[in-house]
């Protein structure tokens, strides 16, 4: 059964950071997806990042330059830190991951079959 557990949200002023860290467990692909995607209320789910098994990223146009996604094989952590951040970054980040045929690329949310439960950022101005 796999499993997905985000930590590491929180408040903080804008033009500060803030570290996601997911850990995974029973997921056992040799290749695979793992992303970050936020919601934010009354807005549809977005991919903010997303890396692939051997380690190729891609960003979404708002938050590149700012945040940055990794992983941890060993600890079968994947990581997200955003700095920077802006009231405009405020939403639930989520974790998600997949084995998906191609690149991972920017995917929409409905094509990730595993999910955390997600953990809120906010970002006062």
């Known amino acids: 059964q796999v499993q997905l557990r985000e930590s590491g949200g929180g408040s903080v002023q804008a033009g500060g950071s803030l570290s996601l860290s997911c850990t995974a467990s029973?997921?056992?692909?040799?290749?695979?997806?793992m992303a970050w995607f936020r919601q934010a209320l009354w807005k549809e789910r977005e991919q903010v990042a997303v890396?692939?098994?051997?380690?190729?990223?891609t960003y979404a146009d708002s938050v590149k330059g700012r945040f940055t996604i990794s992983q941890d094989n060993a600890k079968n952590t994947l990581y997200l830190q955003m700095n920077s951040l802006k009231p405009e970054d405020t939403a639930m980040y989520y974790c998600?991951?997949?084995?998906?045929?191609?690149?991972?690329?920017?995917?929409?949310?409905?094509?990730?079959?595993?999910w955390g439960q997600g953990t809120q950022v906010t970002v006062s101005s």
């Open positions: 998600a991951a997949d084995l998906l045929l191609g690149a991972c690329g920017v995917r929409k949310a409905y094509e990730y079959k595993y």
């Open positions: 029973g997921f056992t692909y040799a290749h695979y997806c």
């Open positions: 890396i692939d098994s051997d380690g190729r990223t």
